[in-house]
């Protein structure tokens, strides 16, 4: 630090070479809070390049015209400028700048505190580290941004959902997403779709990511982010905050006159391909690659040894060069673009101010025939009816429509599974030709009937997902007295989800249709969501010599209702008329849920002087879900902090210190509505008897055993944390200490099939969760022209299954997985242990296979072999301005996470991995090891099937990796052309970024897969992966900013 | 002022919206779309209908085990499709009875057992579902040997997770006493219900339903306890069992509940599943016409594309099964044998006759009832003339084709040429009567399968696959699903040190050796 400062002092004295002879000396002091000198503050003579830097006293001294402007500026001060008349003595006494060391926070329910009140850890990005290197999804871009927070996008396309865990897994099973806010106000984030979600209908070939509720903001109009992360931040929120809250404040007008902002964002994506397969062998099965037409080995890579000249007989009998094809990805995906458009306008006095911003943001998928269009509209206004009476609004109005969202998760006319296993040796041309038979059925290249054509997949199947959305607020303040307020609000969630997507006539898996008809399916859904929040607030302040008292009260009522109509259609009438009315069997379907809480909280925050603070919650909800018995839950919350460096005399380079601690409780129902009754299902159709007359048949129709008597699940958390700003504010530390327990959790175990269902919802189960988070700003270079500010976030958490069940021998849960891949709770593990099968070993660590077949043999019981949830993850985000020119770099990480790579299982099964090519040559493989009797193996397994065995045994230890990656996440580079515009008097701004995302993997250690391209978004089957999800993309462009 | 007002009664009003903390909520915790009963008529449906498999997936064990075991339907091809074409373990199709079973028939069972056995009025119903759930286990415990009995299916009524396995033995024994005393206390001037799906109320029809699949569990335990087989035969037989094809229990396919092994062979494994050669041979050299109404092939086909018209014939003559013990490369050795174009040209189960995607699928069968009557007789455990109770069986199963399709009909000359010249012969009766069981038993892959392992007849040959992983000559038995070692661990491990590995190897109690 020392040598930096000399080094800035000599930095200082040699700019003052420069100074012009007709200049004169001015002299100083610049002091700041309590009169303090303040070192290493910036002296600029306005609209020129010189400056000087204060000494350690606060002294200063530079040369300057005798009319020129001083601007000092410090880091947490605010800017101050002075015109010289002619002294040559200017002491300046700087005022704190409240945005610096007394940040204000929003905390829940939208009131905003002081941060140093708060006796939790919260985290705030603004807005335009969201808007100038944007994702579709604006959650994607948080990636690594935040202590704590670990989100992870889906390989899903554009439009693709996120997932987020803060804290870690709270729970074992339902959903860990936190709460997303919307200006105080709680917006729904469901995700749709994939393996089971809930856009799936059983029975239909759909799999793809019907996106969460985020994608509907526009990261232009988000002011502010800002993560609450403890219970104890979240409690008033009650229930549905316990795994945090996203509060999200969006832009509102100034005070300051008309202004117009014009937002252009573009970037392309390209895929990236982090496969390496092998390239010597090519398509075929059993050591034969393809001679006669029509063969059906298109995702195998079985075949002969690739030889110059040799040829393949692909399709109808046409002949192709048989020899590598490398690049698929880059040969199918194409490159990707993104455009979004935003424009916006505000104005205000003081009266109130209103901001409406309109935009519009195409994005073309890398698959040619994916597109997601967004167009929004957001109104913020506030409007000052008298001096007690305020109104204040905001309405976010969207428009989503996804056209042809990648299948992925599956294998039905998935192009990412298909290209992945696709033969090393398929040209891509011959696919293209092939497509259809002349029948214009499909033109089946694999034997996997499910393994269409790319080419195929992409022309003949559709689906569009569009939707209407509103989410708005209005709420009306009124200021009875000086010290007390009452409020009351109104919010709602509004949207209509359609989607609609089709099984090709033709299609080659399902059946041909009866006699007059053509095969094929349709189904066609419209899902209505509705929130609607009421709340009220009544808020007092107190002032009473060194004691302060806030205090405020309020309840809140949230009524939730889905509803969802659908019809499926199976063959048609006419062929390529994808309707309802076209259909033959129709199979519709309704469905309907509601569910209300109630809610009433208070809150009362006591001070003491400026550096003492206790605040006290307690909220109590009220659930429809649960049983009257059970329904009622009380979470308190306790938190207080110490401002130490306001009352202990501290170092001098200590600026601010900061001691906190909380304790909170929260509960949540965390189980869908309906789940206390069995119910029963009345099949759509009518069977006939054998009279030939038509009677009904239904059943219970679920497979999940209900629970009547299902408590709440209690989450207690507490954090100790320590805030500092040293050396001047150039170095900022935030550490938080937490540990969490959560009790009582709404389990669906898996249960015995023999029960006559698959899982069973109970109470059971407590687990630990308990972590440190650092948030770390550093400024090491603070000079006129080059700045380096560093921002270091890092989180660290670990978990612990402590009870499952209700009797001590119950010490195992399955929460999911299949094919050998499994992800359980067990006693004493780490929440998310993975289990696969492993391959047999004697007592020597020797494999064994089996005499007869020369196949490896498996264990009896999977077992485990670790964990999903990372134990280490942040980032570092660096920020130099150099001359104006601002470069940001984010580099983040995961560490310390296992994942079981299946995409790898695929690869070997289908001969593309490197693994398959021990015994190509012979045509056999003999494993090193022994047989079940102890003597040597020397049996000769054929090669195929030696390779297909892992698979089919559900052996993955080969693929169990570590998920850990260093990622450069984002680039960066920006430059504020304003300076220059002085003359052009409408012009206020113009602000241009150069941009790149997902730049680069600095390290990872799976094999063929980027660890975090993973298609299966289940909220709690994180870490498996078989089907590939569509591969990552690399993102580069530019942001321009322009204001009027 | 004014305005201070009209806040004032905004707030009022929005005071009304919060109408009390509870009020409303147990209505809105109530579904108004599915219903919390049902008529337990309409569910016991549902546990008929899902009794020939929920879905095409859940065919497989079928299509690539018991199929192939008993020669059948075989398929070169190995991956997800191997299991009994290569005599290897493969999890993912040993799987599906046990799921599809316990969790859409034996649920919906105990539902019904559990809503009618206190009710006067549904007394029918409550035996019907009795005689349904012993139906239900046979396939269960033939498959699988010992498994969760008495516990089973009870996951939701008492809350059961963890059913404990019961042995085989007493599944049996208790499946007997099961069926005898249902159909016993079936009784025509009581309660019916026309909503039956099977038989439409029809309680004699019932009633023989209930002694012919008694004869037939009887019948199971000939090799390891012929006493008791005896004893229950006779009352069977006492009982009375089905008289005709009419008395057959049917599910009647529609284009909207369709055929699930039709639908899984026309859709994805339309190319990959053949007729197997000792079962098109045993047909052919007995000039069996079934073999016309079961077979076509499209001859000369070189790729699963080129299996269409005007390929396709149904002529017995040229049908030619697939022979047993290859895969799909080392298939291409028979090529030149058989002059065959390739692996596509065999005989397959014809699509539009016994498998068209409406065809029926029988449970229990009068040609069935009357060979295991056959044997009884041949044993002496009743009285008959086994030769016309044989013929009766034979000519039942060669008119039930009529049922799949009118182009699978047999003529009933061509019926009574075949069953004049194909007679018991004194010695050789168990092996004729049970070859005829396993002709008339065809797509019943279960049944198959059990009454192969029961009688050891047709005298088939050990698949020669090379790859072989089972220590015998057939597979014995499913092993239990990955999925109970890891929920049910405790009990599967009881059933495992009663019964002998969880391999493909160990014998279920009633097949000794």
Same mark, same amino acid.
């Given at each position: 630090?020392?040598?930096?400062?000399?080094?800035?002092?000599?930095?200082?004295?040699?700019?003052?070479?420069?100074?012009?002879?007709?200049?004169?000396?001015?002299?100083?002091?610049?002091?700041?809070?309590?009169?303090?000198?303040?070192?290493?503050?910036?002296?600029?003579?306005?609209?020129?390049?010189?400056?000087?830097?204060?000494?350690?006293?606060?002294?200063?001294?530079?040369?300057?015209?005798?009319?020129?402007?001083?601007?000092?500026?410090?880091?947490?001060?605010?800017?101050?400028?002075?015109?010289?008349?002619?002294?040559?003595?200017?002491?300046?006494?700087?005022?704190?700048?409240?945005?610096?060391?007394? /940040?204000?926070?929003?905390?829940?329910?939208?009131?905003?505190?002081?941060?140093?009140?708060?006796?939790?850890?919260?985290?705030?990005?603004?807005?335009?580290?969201?808007?100038?290197?944007?994702?579709?999804?604006?959650?994607?871009?948080?990636?690594?941004?935040?202590?704590?927070?670990?989100?992870?996008?889906?390989?899903?396309?554009?439009?693709?959902?996120?997932?987020?865990?803060?804290?870690?897994?709270?729970?074992? !099973?339902?959903?860990?997403?936190?709460?997303?806010?919307?200006?105080?106000?709680?917006?729904?984030?469901?995700?749709?779709?994939?393996?089971?979600?809930?856009?799936?209908?059983?029975?239909?070939?759909?799999?793809?990511?019907?996106?969460?509720?985020?994608?509907?903001?526009?990261?232009?109009?988000?002011?502010?982010?800002?993560?609450?992360?403890?219970?104890?931040?979240?409690?008033?929120?009650?229930?549905?905050?316990?795994?945090?809250?996203?509060?999200?404040?969006?832009?509102?007008?100034?005070?300051?006159?008309?202004?117009?902002?014009?937002?252009?964002?573009?970037?392309?994506?390209?895929?990236?391909?982090?496969? /390496?397969?092998?390239?010597?062998?090519?398509?075929?099965?059993?050591?034969?690659?393809?001679?006669?037409?029509?063969?059906?080995?298109?995702?195998?890579?079985?075949?002969?040894?690739?030889?110059?000249?040799?040829?393949?007989?692909?399709?109808?009998?046409?002949?192709?060069?048989?020899?590598?094809?490398?690049?698929?990805?880059?040969?199918?995906?194409?490159?990707?673009?993104?455009?979004?458009?935003?424009?916006?306008?505000?104005?205000?006095?003081?009266?109130?101010?209103?901001?409406?911003?309109?935009?519009?943001? /195409?994005?073309?998928?890398?698959?040619?025939?994916?597109?997601?269009?967004?167009?929004?509209?957001?109104?913020?206004?506030?409007?000052?009816?008298?001096?007690?009476?305020?109104?204040?609004?905001?309405?976010?109005?969207?428009?989503?429509?996804?056209?042809?969202?990648?299948?992925?998760?599956?294998?039905?006319?998935?192009?990412?599974?298909?290209?992945?296993?696709?033969?090393?040796?398929?040209?891509?041309?011959?696919?293209?030709?092939?497509?259809?038979?002349?029948?214009?059925?499909?033109?089946?290249?694999?034997?996997?009937?499910?393994?269409?054509?790319?080419?195929?997949?992409?022309?003949?199947?559709?689906?569009?997902?569009?939707?209407?959305?509103?989410?708005?607020?209005?709420?009306?303040?009124?200021?009875?007295?000086?010290?007390?307020?009452?409020?009351?609000?109104?919010?709602?969630?509004?949207?209509?989800?359609?989607?609609?997507?089709?099984?090709?006539?033709?299609?080659?898996?399902?059946?041909?249709?009866?006699?007059?008809?053509?095969?094929?399916?349709?189904?066609?859904?419209?899902?209505?969501?509705?929130?609607?929040?009421?709340?009220?607030?009544?808020?007092?302040?107190?002032?009473?010599?060194?004691?302060?008292?806030?205090?405020?009260?309020?309840?809140?009522?949230?009524?939730?209702?889905?509803?969802?109509?659908?019809?499926?259609?199976?063959?048609?009438?006419?062929?390529?008329?994808?309707?309802?009315?076209?259909?033959?069997?129709?199979?519709?379907?309704?469905?309907?849920?509601?569910?209300?809480?109630?809610?009433?909280?208070?809150?009362?925050?006591?001070?003491?002087?400026?550096?003492?603070?206790?605040?006290?919650?307690?909220?109590?909800?009220?659930?429809?879900?649960?049983?009257?018995?059970?329904?009622?839950?009380?979470?308190?919350?306790?938190?207080?902090?110490?401002?130490?460096?306001?009352?202990?005399?501290?170092?001098?380079?200590?600026?601010?210190?900061?001691?906190?601690?909380?304790?909170?409780?929260?509960?949540?129902?965390?189980?869908?509505?309906?789940?206390?009754?069995?119910?029963?299902?009345?099949?759509?159709?009518?069977?006939?008897?054998?009279?030939?007359?038509?009677?009904?048949?239904?059943?219970?129709?679920?497979?999940?055993?209900? !629970?009547?008597?299902?408590?709440?699940?209690?989450?207690?958390?507490?954090?100790?944390?320590?805030?500092?700003?040293?050396?001047?504010?150039?170095?900022?530390?935030?550490?938080?200490?937490?540990?969490?327990?959560?009790?009582?959790?709404?389990?669906?175990?898996?249960?015995?099939?023999?029960?006559?269902?698959?899982?069973?919802?109970?109470?059971?189960?407590?687990?630990?969760?308990?972590?440190?988070?650092?948030?770390?700003?550093?400024?090491?270079?603070?000079?006129?022209?080059?700045?380096?500010?560093? !921002?270091?976030?890092?989180?660290?958490?670990?978990?612990?299954?402590?009870?499952?069940?209700?009797?001590?021998?119950?010490?195992?849960?399955?929460?999911?997985?299949?094919?050998?891949?499994?992800?359980?709770?067990?006693?004493?593990?780490?929440?998310?242990?993975?289990?696969?099968?492993?391959?047999?070993?004697?007592?020597?660590?020797?494999?064994?296979?089996?005499?007869?077949?020369?196949?490896?043999?498996?264990?009896?019981?999977?077992?485990?072999?670790?964990?999903?949830?990372?134990?280490?993850?942040?980032?570092?985000?660096?920020?130099?301005?150099?001359?104006?020119?601002?470069?940001?770099?984010?580099?983040?990480?995961?560490?310390?996470?296992?994942?079981?790579?299946?995409?790898?299982?695929?690869?070997?099964?289908?001969?593309?991995?490197?693994?398959?090519?021990?015994?190509?040559?012979?045509?056999?493989?003999?494993?090193?090891?022994?047989?079940?009797?102890?003597?040597?193996?020397?049996?000769?397994?054929?090669?195929?099937?030696?390779?297909?065995?892992?698979?089919?045994?559900?052996?993955?230890?080969?693929?169990?990796?570590?998920?850990?990656?260093?990622?450069?996440?984002?680039?960066?580079?920006?430059?504020?052309?304003?300076?220059?515009?002085?003359?052009?008097?409408?012009?206020?701004?113009?602000?241009?970024?150069?941009?790149?995302?997902?730049?680069?993997?600095?390290?990872?250690?799976?094999?063929?897969?980027?660890?975090?391209?993973?298609?299966?978004?289940?909220?709690?089957?994180?870490?498996?992966?078989?089907?590939?999800?569509?591969?990552?993309?690399?993102?580069?462009?530019?942001?321009?900013?322009?204001?009027? | 002022?004014?305005? *201070?007002?009209?806040?004032?009664?905004?707030? *009022?009003?929005?005071?009304?919206?919060?109408?009390?903390?509870?009020?409303?909520?147990?209505?809105?915790?109530?579904?108004?779309?599915?219903?919390?009963?049902?008529?337990?008529?309409?569910?016991?449906?549902?546990?008929?209908?899902?009794?020939?498999?929920?879905?095409?997936?859940?065919?497989?064990?079928?299509?690539?085990?018991?199929?192939?075991?008993?020669?059948?339907?075989?398929?070169?091809?190995?991956?997800?499709?191997?299991?009994?074409?290569?005599?290897?373990?493969?999890?993912?199709?040993?799987?599906? *009875?046990?799921?599809?079973?316990?969790?859409?028939?034996?649920?919906?069972?105990?539902?019904?057992?559990?809503?009618?056995?206190?009710?006067?009025?549904?007394?029918?119903?409550?035996?019907?579902?009795? *005689?349904?759930?012993?139906?239900?286990?046979?396939?269960?415990?033939?498959?699988?040997?010992?498994?969760?009995?008495?516990?089973?299916?009870?996951?939701?009524?008492?809350?059961?997770?963890?059913?404990?396995?019961?042995?085989?033995?007493?599944?049996?024994?208790?499946?007997?006493?099961?069926?005898?005393?249902?159909?016993?206390?079936?009784?025509?001037?009581?309660?019916?219900?026309?909503?039956?799906?099977?038989?439409?109320?029809?309680?004699?029809?019932?009633?023989?339903?209930?002694?012919?699949?008694?004869?037939?569990?009887?019948?199971?335990?000939?090799?390891?306890?012929?006493?008791?087989?005896?004893?229950?035969?006779?009352?069977?037989?006492?009982?009375?069992?089905?008289?005709?094809?009419?008395?057959?229990?049917?599910?009647?396919?529609?284009?909207?509940?369709?055929?699930?092994?039709?639908?899984?062979?026309?859709?994805?494994?339309?190319?990959?599943?053949?007729?197997?050669?000792?079962?098109?041979?045993?047909?052919?050299?007995?000039?069996?016409?079934?073999?016309?109404?079961?077979?076509?092939?499209?001859?000369?086909?070189?790729?699963?594309?080129?299996?269409?018209?005007?390929?396709?014939?149904?002529?017995?003559?040229?049908?030619?099964?697939?022979?047993?013990?290859?895969?799909?490369?080392?298939?291409?050795?028979?090529?030149?044998?058989?002059?065959?174009?390739?692996?596509?040209?065999?005989?397959?189960?014809?699509?539009?006759?016994?498998?068209?995607?409406?065809?029926?699928?029988?449970?229990?069968?009068?040609?069935?009832?009357?060979?295991?009557?056959?044997?009884?007789?041949?044993?002496?455990?009743?009285?008959?003339?086994?030769?016309?109770?044989?013929?009766?069986?034979?000519?039942?199963?060669?008119?039930?084709?009529?049922?799949?399709?009118?182009?699978?009909?047999?003529?009933?000359?061509?019926?009574?040429?075949?069953?004049?010249?194909?007679?018991?012969?004194?010695?050789?009766?168990?092996?004729?009567?049970?070859?005829?069981?396993?002709?008339?038993?065809?797509?019943?892959?279960?049944?198959?399968?059990?009454?192969?392992?029961?009688?050891?007849?047709?005298?088939?040959?050990?698949?020669?696959?090379?790859?072989?992983?089972?220590?015998?000559?057939?597979?014995?038995?499913?092993?239990?699903?990955?999925?109970?070692?890891?929920?049910?661990?405790?009990?599967?491990?009881?059933?495992?040190?009663?019964?002998?590995?969880?391999?493909?190897?160990?014998?279920?109690?009633?097949?000794?050796?």
């Amino acid at each position: 630090m020392k040598k930096q400062l000399l080094f800035l002092t000599f930095f200082t004295l040699i700019c003052q070479f420069f100074v012009l002879a007709q200049t004169v000396s001015i002299s100083g002091k610049v002091t700041g809070q309590n009169k303090d000198p303040l070192a290493g503050v910036n002296v600029q003579i306005a609209d020129g390049n010189l400056g000087a830097i204060t000494d350690g006293n606060g002294n200063y001294l530079i040369k300057a015209l005798p009319n020129a402007t001083l601007v000092f500026s410090y880091v947490g001060y605010l800017d101050k400028s002075v015109k010289l008349t002619g002294t040559k003595v200017l002491d300046v006494n700087l005022t704190v700048d409240p945005k610096s060391l007394q /940040d204000v926070v929003v905390t829940a329910l939208g009131i905003k505190k002081e941060s140093k009140r708060l006796g939790y850890a919260t985290a705030t990005v603004n807005g335009d580290a969201m808007s100038t290197n944007r994702t579709a999804n604006p959650m994607s871009t948080l990636q690594g941004k935040l202590a704590g927070v670990n989100i992870s996008t889906m390989g899903t396309g554009p439009a693709g959902s996120t997932k987020i865990r803060i804290r870690g897994q709270s729970s074992f !099973n339902s959903v860990n997403q936190p709460l997303i806010v919307i200006n105080g106000v709680p917006m729904d984030n469901t995700t749709y779709g994939i393996g089971g979600g809930i856009g799936a209908r059983s029975g239909q070939v759909n799999s793809t990511d019907g996106g969460d509720g985020f994608s509907s903001i526009n990261p232009d109009d988000i002011e502010s982010i800002t993560v609450l992360k403890g219970a104890t931040a979240s409690a008033l929120y009650g229930s549905r905050a316990k795994d945090g809250v996203v509060m999200v404040t969006t832009k509102k007008g100034s005070s300051k006159g008309i202004g117009v902002e014009y937002n252009a964002n573009y970037t392309t994506d390209e895929a990236l391909d982090y496969t /390496d397969f092998q390239y010597e062998y090519g398509q075929g099965e059993r050591g034969v690659r393809p001679t006669t037409a029509y063969p059906q080995s298109a995702v195998w890579s079985f075949g002969e040894k690739f030889q110059p000249g040799m040829t393949q007989v692909l399709f109808a009998g046409s002949i192709w060069p048989y020899e590598p094809v490398r690049n698929r990805y880059k040969q199918f995906y194409r490159t990707g673009t993104n455009l979004t458009n935003t424009v916006t306008l505000s104005n205000g006095n003081e009266n109130g101010s209103f901001r409406l911003s309109m935009s519009n943001s /195409d994005n073309q998928g890398i698959l040619s025939n994916n597109q997601f269009n967004k167009k929004t509209i957001n109104l913020g206004f506030n409007q000052n009816i008298n001096k007690a009476l305020t109104i204040q609004g905001n309405v976010n109005y969207s428009n989503e429509f996804n056209k042809n969202p990648p299948q992925v998760n599956t294998q039905d006319m998935a192009i990412p599974t298909v290209l992945y296993t696709l033969s090393n040796s398929m040209p891509f041309a011959a696919m293209e030709q092939n497509q259809l038979m002349p029948n214009g059925n499909e033109f089946v290249m694999s034997r996997f009937l499910v393994r269409n054509n790319p080419y195929y997949s992409l022309n003949q199947r559709f689906e569009n997902v569009k939707r209407d959305r509103i989410v708005g607020n209005v709420s009306f303040r009124y200021q009875i007295n000086s010290w007390l307020y009452a409020q009351g609000r109104l919010a709602q969630d509004y949207y209509s989800r359609y989607n609609d997507y089709n099984i090709p006539n033709g299609y080659a898996p399902i059946p041909a249709a009866p006699t007059g008809f053509i095969n094929g399916s349709y189904t066609q859904d419209v899902r209505n969501f509705r929130e609607r929040n009421y709340d009220f607030l009544i808020g007092a302040t107190k002032k009473i010599r060194d004691f302060g008292v806030d205090m405020t009260v309020g309840g809140n009522q949230m009524y939730r209702k889905t509803e969802y109509n659908s019809v499926s259609v199976t063959d048609f009438v006419q062929p390529g008329l994808y309707t309802i009315m076209n259909g033959r069997a129709k199979d519709p379907l309704y469905g309907k849920t509601e569910r209300s809480v109630n809610s009433i909280y208070g809150a009362a925050d006591f001070s003491y002087r400026t550096f003492l603070f206790l605040n006290v919650t307690a909220r109590n909800d009220w659930f429809s879900t649960l049983a009257p018995s059970a329904r009622s839950i009380l979470y308190p919350s306790v938190t207080g902090s110490f401002v130490f460096s306001e009352k202990v005399k501290l170092p001098s380079w200590i600026n601010y210190g900061k001691f906190r601690a909380a304790y909170a409780e929260v509960g949540d129902d965390n189980v869908a509505p309906y789940s206390n009754a069995l119910y029963f299902g009345v099949n759509n159709n009518l069977f006939p008897n054998p009279s030939g007359a038509s009677v009904p048949v239904g059943g219970i129709n679920t497979t999940l055993v209900p !629970n009547p008597d299902l408590r709440p699940l209690r989450v207690a958390e507490s954090e100790v944390g320590l805030e500092l700003k040293m050396f001047k504010s150039r170095v900022g530390l935030d550490i938080s200490y937490y540990y969490k327990i959560t009790n009582d959790q709404i389990l669906a175990a898996q249960i015995s099939d023999a029960s006559g269902f698959t899982n069973k919802l109970i109470n059971i189960g407590q687990s630990m969760n308990q972590g440190l988070e650092m948030q770390l700003s550093l400024s090491p270079i603070r000079s006129k022209n080059f700045k380096w500010d560093i !921002n270091l976030n890092a989180s660290y958490n670990t978990s612990k299954v402590l009870k499952l069940g209700s009797s001590p021998s119950d010490t195992v849960i399955v929460v999911g997985g299949g094919g050998g891949r499994t992800i359980k709770e067990v006693v004493g593990l780490p929440i998310g242990a993975l289990y696969t099968y492993l391959y047999k070993r004697d007592a020597a660590g020797n494999q064994v296979f089996d005499k007869a077949s020369g196949k490896p043999l498996r264990n009896d019981v999977p077992a485990y072999v670790g964990n999903v949830l990372p134990k280490y993850f942040g980032g570092i985000t660096n920020t130099f301005t150099i001359y104006g020119v601002e470069v940001g770099t984010l580099i983040d990480f995961r560490l310390g996470a296992k994942m079981i790579a299946g995409s790898n299982m695929n690869a070997l099964r289908h001969g593309l991995s490197k693994l398959t090519l021990p015994g190509r040559a012979e045509g056999y493989v003999i494993g090193k090891g022994v047989n079940p009797d102890g003597s040597v193996n020397t049996t000769k397994a054929d090669l195929q099937p030696f390779y297909e065995t892992p698979n089919v045994l559900g052996v993955n230890e080969d693929f169990v990796f570590n998920s850990g990656f260093w990622k450069l996440r984002q680039v960066s580079i920006g430059y504020d052309f304003t300076k220059y515009l002085s003359k052009i008097k409408f012009i206020k701004g113009i602000k241009a970024n150069f941009v790149a995302n997902n730049v680069l993997i600095l390290k990872k250690w799976t094999d063929n897969m980027d660890p975090e391209n993973i298609s299966n978004i289940s909220d709690n089957e994180t870490g498996l992966d078989f089907w590939t999800a569509l591969p990552p993309t690399r993102s580069v462009g530019f942001n321009l900013n322009i204001k009027f | 002022m004014k305005r *201070i007002k009209l806040f004032l009664s905004g707030l *009022i009003l929005l005071g009304f919206m919060f109408q009390g903390c509870e009020k409303g909520f147990d209505d809105l915790n109530i579904n108004k779309v599915d219903p919390i009963s049902l008529d337990p008529q309409f569910v016991m449906n549902k546990a008929i209908t899902d009794a020939t498999y929920r879905d095409n997936f859940a065919t497989l064990e079928l299509l690539c085990y018991d199929f192939g075991i008993v020669q059948q339907i075989i398929t070169p091809f190995g991956s997800s499709l191997s299991g009994g074409n290569y005599n290897i373990f493969n999890p993912s199709n040993t799987t599906p *009875i046990w799921t599809t079973f316990y969790q859409s028939v034996v649920k919906q069972l105990v539902y019904v057992i559990d809503k009618t056995k206190a009710d006067a009025t549904k007394t029918n119903l409550y035996n019907e579902s009795r *005689i349904w759930k012993a139906y239900a286990f046979m396939i269960l415990t033939d498959t699988y040997g010992d498994v969760p009995y008495t516990e089973a299916g009870k996951g939701f009524l008492e809350g059961i997770s963890k059913p404990k396995y019961d042995k085989q033995e007493l599944i049996y024994k208790d499946i007997l006493k099961e069926l005898d005393e249902a159909s016993a206390a079936l009784d025509a001037t009581k309660n019916t219900s026309t909503s039956d799906i099977l038989y439409g109320g029809n309680i004699s029809k019932w009633k023989k339903l209930g002694y012919s699949l008694l004869l037939r569990a009887a019948m199971r335990l000939s090799k390891v306890d012929p006493a008791t087989a005896a004893s229950y035969v006779k009352k069977a037989v006492a009982g009375g069992l089905m008289q005709s094809n009419a008395d057959n229990s049917i599910i009647r396919h529609t284009s909207l509940y369709q055929n699930w092994i039709a639908v899984h062979l026309t859709a994805r494994e339309k190319a990959n599943f053949y007729l197997a050669k000792p079962f098109v041979d045993f047909l052919k050299n007995n000039n069996d016409p079934r073999l016309g109404s079961i077979a076509y092939r499209h001859v000369g086909a070189k790729s699963g594309a080129e299996q269409a018209a005007p390929r396709t014939t149904t002529d017995p003559t040229v049908q030619l099964g697939m022979p047993m013990g290859y895969d799909d490369v080392s298939i291409k050795n028979t090529f030149a044998t058989y002059g065959v174009a390739s692996l596509y040209d065999y005989s397959q189960v014809n699509l539009n006759t016994i498998l068209k995607t409406d065809a029926p699928e029988y449970h229990v069968t009068y040609a069935q009832t009357q060979l295991l009557l056959a044997e009884a007789m041949v044993r002496g455990w009743t009285t008959g003339d086994a030769d016309v109770t044989y013929k009766a069986g034979i000519t039942a199963h060669m008119q039930q084709m009529a049922e799949y399709d009118s182009k699978a009909a047999i003529a009933a000359d061509k019926i009574l040429t075949y069953v004049t010249a194909n007679k018991l012969i004194a010695g050789k009766e168990l092996e004729q009567i049970n070859s005829q069981y396993w002709v008339a038993s065809f797509i019943n892959g279960s049944e198959t399968w059990a009454n192969f392992r029961r009688s050891g007849f047709p005298a088939l040959i050990k698949n020669p696959y090379p790859g072989s992983e089972i220590k015998g000559n057939f597979i014995n038995r499913m092993p239990y699903p990955d999925s109970e070692t890891i929920t049910n661990q405790e009990n599967l491990k009881a059933a495992v040190a009663n019964q002998g590995a969880n391999d493909l190897n160990s014998r279920i109690w009633w097949d000794k050796p």
